[in-house]
């Protein structure tokens, strides 16, 4: 089955600063990836995806990354502000089947002032 | 979007009982998910919620302890049987259209004592 690996784990920058997030995946037949902020006791919200046919995808501050062949993809956060402070999880899903995600394991961002 | 209302949000129970958590989607979805969220630790996937038959339960899961319903497109329903304090922990319905993103219930805050 598909397994997903995040780093790093705590990610601390100040603000203004860019942050980066990387995730590997195991699973070829994956081609959807998408990206979740949870805030503390808030449920996770999507914050941008990206499907196994494009290697590159923006959103005002925020882009995802892909490299397929690598079978690892990244989320870029520009210009961070105290409010992108939260646990960041990347996940991966085939859209075949039951098209569960897989979640990596998080990153905790925090965005000092 | 999808709206999911999850409830109960939190319940404090005692060892050897049996929870029930429900789960409401506002349009009618594809697919329905349960996960498990340890504190401070990534969403672990339990089972895919199938309309009108049996649940598929990821490894580590077993109908006995987390049997599942879903009698129709909207909803379902995660019990948690015989627990003990490893039970402990926050309980997710997440919901998903056919190729779309997927949208996560508020979440149950289960204590066992």
């Known amino acids: 089955g598909e397994n997903v690996e995040q780093h790093p784990s705590t990610l601390s920058v100040q603000e203004g600063d860019s942050a980066v997030i990387k995730c590997t995946y195991s699973?070829?037949?994956?081609?959807?990836f998408p990206w979740y902020k949870q805030e503390l006791g808030k449920r996770p919200q999507l914050i941008i995806d990206?499907?196994?046919?494009?290697g590159e995808k923006k959103d005002q501050r925020i882009a995802v990354t892909l490299n397929k062949t690598a079978k690892h993809f990244s989320l870029h956060i520009t210009e961070t502000q105290p409010e992108d402070s939260a646990v960041y999880f990347c996940?991966?899903?085939?859209?075949?089947?039951?098209?569960?995600?897989?979640f990596g394991t998080g990153t905790r961002l925090l965005v000092s002032p | 979007s999808a709206v999911i209302s999850q409830k109960p949000s939190r319940d404090i129970c005692q060892r050897g009982t049996s929870l029930t958590i429900q789960c409401q989607v506002d349009?009618?979805?594809?697919?329905m998910f349960w996960y498990r969220q340890q504190p401070g630790q990534s969403l672990t996937l339990i089972a895919t919620?199938?309309?009108?038959?049996?649940?598929?339960?990821e490894s580590g899961f077993v109908i006995d302890k987390f049997p599942i319903s879903r009698p129709n497109l909207t909803f379902s329903t995660l019990t948690v049987s015989n627990m003990s304090p490893e039970d402990s922990s926050i309980y997710l319905c997440?919901?998903?259209?056919?190729?779309?993103?997927?949208?996560f219930g508020q979440g149950t805050r289960l204590t066992v004592v």
């Open positions: 699973d070829s037949a994956s081609n959807y």
């Open positions: 996940a991966a899903s085939p859209n075949t089947g039951f098209q569960k995600l897989v």
């Open positions: 997440s919901s998903r259209g056919l190729n779309t993103e997927a949208f």
């Open positions: 919620a199938n309309q009108g038959s049996e649940a598929t339960y």
């Open positions: 349009s009618q979805v594809t697919m």
């Open positions: 990206i499907r196994s046919n494009v």
